[in-house]
């Protein structure tokens, strides 16, 4: 079991950057992949990021693939998302995900953070 926490959303500028962080609790989590999702107010939440459970492998969903890069240290329990060039599009609330096993771009995660909102302003 997994207990996901975000932290490091807030007010920024387009074109700005912000980093993203979520603590994992339970000494599995080098087994666990972990992704990150965000939902805007009145849309479906959106795939985001992800990484495999030994960090050999990243995804990015098409809206952010450039912008932004996730990665994990497993030492520290940890996986963060660095967003760079961002846009008022990507104004949401963001998620942190886990699974045990293989990454998947669907909603088939196990464990879910609270949230963290990030607000990019034009």
């Known amino acids: 079991q997994v207990q996901l926490v975000e932290s490091g959303g807030g007010l920024v500028q387009a074109g700005g950057s912000l980093r993203l962080s979520c603590a994992a609790s339970?000494?599995?989590?080098?087994?666990?992949?972990m992704g990150w999702f965000r939902q805007a107010p009145g849309k479906e939440r959106e795939f985001v990021a992800a990484?495999?459970?030994?960090?050999?492998?990243?995804y990015y969903g098409d809206s952010v693939k450039g912008r932004f890069t996730i990665s994990r240290d497993n030492a520290k329990n940890t996986v963060f998302l660095q967003m760079n060039s961002l846009k008022p599009e990507d104004t949401a609330v963001y998620y942190c995900?886990?699974?045990?096993?293989?990454?998947?771009?669907?909603?088939?995660?196990?464990?879910w953070g609270q949230g963290t909102q990030v607000t990019v302003s034009s």
């Open positions: 995900a886990a699974r045990f096993g293989a990454v998947v771009t669907t909603m088939s995660w196990s464990h």
């Open positions: 339970g000494r599995a989590f080098s087994m666990y992949a």
């Open positions: 990484i495999s459970w030994n960090g050999g492998s990243t």
